[in-house]
Nanobody, 133 residues
Framework: EDPLVQSGGGTVQFGGSLRLPCAAS????????MAWVRQAPGEAPGERPE????????????NYADSVKGRFTISRDNAKNTLYLQMDSLKPDDTAVYYC??????????????????????WGQGTQVTVSA
C-alpha cells in the first residue's frame, strides 16, 4: 500500500486555481512535517525536483519557496490524515508534476530555508498540473 496517495491536478487557465489533496495511509500524518515538490516538464530523470513548500506537524509553521510565496498555501487536516496544496494565481511556469513528500521524523520546518535533497523519505505518485496561457 502506497503511504501517500495523491489526487486532483489537471489543466487550468492562467490566473486560475487548483487544490491538490494527498492522503496518508499506514502512518500517522500528525507525527511528520510534510512538503510539496514539483518536477517541471523536460527535466532529466533524477534531476532534483523543485521544493515549493513545507508544513510542520501541527500546521502552525509553514515555509514557501519565493517562486510560490503569496500564491500557494500548504495546509493539513491531521484528523483526516490529509495534506493539501491550494494553488492560486497560477502561471504557465507552474506547469509541472507535483509530489507530496514526507520529511523524516524529527525534521524541523525553518521559514526562509530550503530543505536539502535527502530530507524526504516518502513520496506520493505525482499529479500533473498544466497551466495554459
Amino acid at each position: 500500500e502506497d503511504p501517500l496517495v495523491q489526487s486532483g491536478g489537471g489543466t487550468v487557465q492562467f490566473g486560475g486555481s487548483l487544490r491538490l489533496p494527498c492522503a496518508a495511509s499506514g502512518f500517522t500524518l500528525s507525527n511528520y512535517a510534510m512538503a510539496w515538490v514539483r518536477q517541471a516538464p523536460g527535466e532529466a530523470p533524477g534531476e532534483r525536483p523543485e521544493w515549493t513548500s513545507s508544513i510542520d506537524m501541527s500546521g502552525g509553521t509553514t515555509n514557501y519557496a519565493d517562486s510560490v510565496k503569496g500564491r500557494f498555501t500548504i495546509s493539513r487536516d491531521n484528523a483526516k490524515n490529509t495534506l493539501y496544496l491550494q494553488m492560486d494565481s497560477l502561471k504557465p511556469d507552474d506547469t509541472a508534476v507535483y509530489y507530496c513528500a514526507r520529511h523524516p521524523r524529527g525534521f524541523i520546518v525553518r521559514p526562509g530555508t530550503t530543505p536539502k535533497t535527502g530530507e524526504y523519505d516518502y513520496w506520493g505518485q505525482g499529479t500533473q498540473v498544466t497551466v495554459s496561457a
